[in-house]
């Protein structure tokens, strides 16, 4: 964003482009930037390994941690996909899951983050969001139309 | 953070080694992840192109958007350098510089970025941001000693 032009700027994807390069990128990336902030609005920003599982996130934080009280608390996230010039915001309702509660998520998320919170003598949660709201964009010539998914809906 | 270890970890790095990479990092980049929140502890979390002075950053976004809004009534920013797997965190107070206050700066970061808020039509404000709280690192085993700067003072 506001970010300087390449030499020869590939041209503006279209949003049904972007829906299938977002969906490429959450299935083949590991790691996402996690915002949230405190009631008294303080912000944070952390990097979280998560598993996609085709419509949701989950990723797991121990369950004392900033990130985790934040987010619980807020019930929302907004998490970003990189680099920088080719980011996928994703915004939505969060539900808290307990270790324990759902084994399959649980071996899913193992083998994504290369992590297993279960094996972990902090206590950790697994936070899982469902996108509500998407966006898509590398230069400035895409801030246009970066709106892929609104409130649940694809929009292409 | 929490990610797969890669087939052969590197070695963690020295704060010292960290404090070289980081800097080296801020000169040679164009954007970091900003996060934000409003007085209601709604998360917020955009990239943006910067300009780092070699004590400070400074970015640029529109007087009105969210970002500015929200780090104003903070007086404080909590922003990352990425990839994931090779971090810097800086947190620190900030101070908004209005357009036309500073002419070697916006030169500068005009210069930085690749664009110019004096040209454009909407209003922007300069934000400018004094790291007192600085970490790095890159997979799980630099978690430890991630903290290079606290309360503005390096700590190697």
Redesign the interface.
Known sequence: ?????PERPEPARSRSQRRIDALAKLRSQ????V???????????????YYWDDSTLTI??PRASRTAR?LV??G?????L????D?V?IEGPLEAIPIGADARLEDAHAQA???DPRTLAEQYVYLQITPHNIQAWRE?NELEDRQLMRRGAWLD
Request: glycine content about 12%; overall charge negative.
């Open positions: 964003m506001s970010g300087e032009a590991i790691d996402l930037w915002a949230s902030a405190d009631e008294l609005g303080g912000a944070y920003l952390v990097p979280l390994s797991a934080t934040n608390r807020a929302w996230a907004r998490v970003a990189g680099p920088t010039r980011v915001i983050t290369g992590f400035a």
